[in-house]
């Protein structure tokens, strides 16, 4: 069962950037397509970004466009989100997981604690 451990959040202006991290534990981190996800109080969690196994391919969700970019580094089995030009909408708690392209949560894989971002007016 591979372990997700996220990091990297914080509070941020209106406007500010933001990198997330997302550690796995398993040496076959590089055989999933990852994601990012998001949960704002009172609020479904939500897709935010994939990237394929390569990294060679992303997709993300129209809300966050042109704005985060998400990558990763399969010798480190690490995953990131880098976050531009946050807005206040943008808070919530960040959690990454296993994905069924483009963006179905892989049953099974347990959700880390997550790692919030808060952004202020």
């Known amino acids: 069962q591979v372990q997700l451990v996220e990091s990297g959040g914080g509070l941020v202006q209106a406007g500010g950037s933001l990198r997330l991290s997302c550690a796995a534990s398993k040496r076959t981190f590089s055989t999933y397509n990852m994601g990012w996800f998001r949960q704002a109080p009172g609020k479904d969690r939500e897709f935010v970004a994939a990237t394929s196994m390569s990294g060679g391919s992303t997709n993300y969700a129209d809300s966050v466009k042109g704005r985060f970019t998400i990558s990763r580094d399969n010798a480190k089995n690490t995953v990131y989100l880098q976050m531009n030009s946050l807005k206040p909408d943008d808070t919530a708690v960040y959690y990454c997981?296993?994905?069924?392209?483009?963006?179905?949560?892989?049953?099974?894989?347990?959700w880390g604690q997550g790692t919030q971002v808060t952004v202020s007016t």
């Open positions: 997981n296993a994905v069924f392209w483009p963006r179905t949560v892989v049953p099974g894989v347990n």
